[in-house]
T-cell receptor, first 109, second 116 residues
Framework: SQQGEEDPQALSIQEGENATMNCSYKTSINNLQWYRQNSGRGLVHLILIRSNEREKHSGRLRVTLDTSKKSSSLLITASRAADTASYFCATNGNNRLAFGKGNQVVVIP | GAVVSQHPSRVICKSGTSVKIECRSLDFQATTMFWYRQFPKQSLMLMATSNEGSKATYEQGVEKDKFLINHASLTLSTLTVTSAHPEDSSFYIC????????????FGPGTRLLVL
């Protein structure tokens, strides 16, 4: 099954700065999704990018997808303290999601 | 819209007992529900896929007799951890997709299970 894998980073940034995290995967996909998880809580869907798309925006989020390199990036612009969370990418190959390891982002007020 | 609830949010039980976790789609009908397990500071691991009215499909390595899944209606799926052991202690999360077969999964808030 597909396996999304983030670079195992723990980002600590100042409020207002941008946060970038990456994800790589190994097999073909239909789409790739990014989720946010606050500590001890469920996941919140952030954005979905299809395999035929290269870039997508949603508010302060920007996602890129490079299917030739099997990688994706999530950029959060003008970060806020409320953005502090873990961020997971998940690849979707047959309506089943395979999650990456996650990035812990801490935004310092 | 697209709200998924789980009950209970937290449960502590003794070793050897069984625990049932409910997953409900509150404002949509969910043809497919998924059950995940998450260990501290780790990613989500898919345990099984459940379609309404049919048997669940379990991922490799997940014991179907240990983790009983029932999806009796379009709004409810249950996961029963049978004869729980301390190693079953984990965070269990469900998700659901709607009858339109959407690509987005809507996640519940999770259930933290602690087996003593």
């Amino acid at each position: 099954s597909q396996q999304g894998e983030e670079d195992p980073q723990a980002l600590s940034i100042q409020e207002g700065e941008n946060a970038t995290m990456n994800c790589s995967y190994k097999t073909s996909i239909n789409n790739l999704q990014w989720y946010r998880q606050n500590s001890g809580r469920g996941l919140v869907h952030l954005i979905l990018i299809r395999s035929n798309e290269r870039e997508k925006h949603s508010g302060r989020l920007r996602v890129t997808l490079d299917t030739s390199k099997k990688s994706s990036s999530l950029l959060i612009t003008a970060s806020r303290a409320a953005d502090t969370a873990s961020y997971f990418c998940a690849t979707n190959g047959n309506n089943r999601l395979a999650f990456g390891k996650g990035n812990q982002v801490v935004v310092i007020p | 819209g697209a709200v998924v609830s789980q009950h209970p949010s937290r449960v502590i039980c003794k070793s050897g007992t069984s625990v049932k976790i409910e997953c409900r789609s509150l404002d949509f009908q969910a043809t497919t529900m998924f059950w995940y397990r998450q260990f501290p500071k780790q990613s989500l691991m898919l345990m099984a896929t459940s379609n309404e009215g049919s048997k669940a499909t379990y991922e490799q390595g997940v014991e179907k007799d240990k983790f009983l899944i029932n999806h009796a209606s379009l709004t409810l799926s249950t996961l029963t951890v049978t004869s729980a052991h301390p190693e079953d202690s984990s965070f269990y999360i469900c998700s659901a997709t709607g009858t339109s077969g959407g690509e987005t999964q809507y996640f519940g808030p999770g259930t933290r299970l602690l087996v003593l």
